[in-house]
């Protein structure tokens, strides 16, 4: 299974039979899609920064909210959260999603706001990669980000939504993300993959270039 950042909220998930592509944005966010065809887009919310589904070609399945779904030999579980620390009062609601591909389950947070409940910690329980926002402003910021990675203790952890040099918007960098996670040094990588053997043994960041 290959992951490829793509910017902001959006990964390219390739698996050995399905690709799936969470987030897509629109132009105006200053990144660039690209050609991206795929069989799968998760969509976290509503925002045209995570919503672009008219982006991707090839007549996905588009998956918009909470519930169960099955794709392509791909499982995807849908879980009600919110994209601030006031039950959606300020911004409105957020889905994260579960995604098991490949014998490998993948946790894509969204534009989560707050810290996890108990009971989200064990619904979601065992991840092997968690897509993490840290960028603050309108989502958890690098501190929150650090707790919830030791709420769920993943094997391989790769950030998003931060800011960039390609990104018309204020968000702060990753940088912060990091520090907060005590790591001094850290190289990034244009994608990724992991299969059952090679992920890690404990939790390890992992930085993808855009």
Excluded at 24 to 29: F, I, K, N, Q, V
Excluded at 50 to 65: D, L, M, N, R, V
Excluded at 90 to 103: A, V
Excluded at 191 to 203: G, M, V
Aim: net charge negative.
């Amino acid at each position: 299974m290959e992951i490829t950042w793509l910017g902001h909220s959006c990964f390219r998930i390739k698996g050995s039979r399905t690709t799936l592509i969470t987030d897509p944005y629109s132009p105006e966010l200053g990144y660039s899609l690209g050609k991206q065809e795929a069989q799968i887009v998760t969509i976290s919310h509503q925002h045209p920064g995570h919503s672009y589904i008219q982006g991707i070609k090839g007549e996905p399945k588009a998956i918009t909210g909470p519930g169960e779904y099955e794709v392509g030999g791909v499982l995807i579980i849908g879980m009600k959260t919110y994209h601030d620390d006031e039950k959606g009062g300020k911004r409105g609601k957020n889905t994260i999603y579960l995604i098991q591909i490949d014998e490998l389950s993948i946790c894509h947070l969204g534009d989560l706001g707050h810290t996890l409940t108990t009971e989200q910690i064990e619904d979601i329980d065992n991840i092997d990669v968690l897509l993490l926002p840290v960028g603050g402003v309108s989502t958890i910021d690098a501190s929150k980000a650090a707790a919830i990675v030791r709420q769920l203790e993943p094997k391989a952890i790769i950030p998003m939504h931060y800011k960039t040099a390609a990104l018309k918007r204020t968000l702060e960098p990753v940088d912060l993300f990091i520090k907060e996670m005590g790591i001094k040094e850290i190289n990034s990588q244009p994608k990724i993959s992991f299969n059952k053997t090679n992920i890690p043994a404990s939790t390890q960041v992992f930085l993808l270039d855009y």
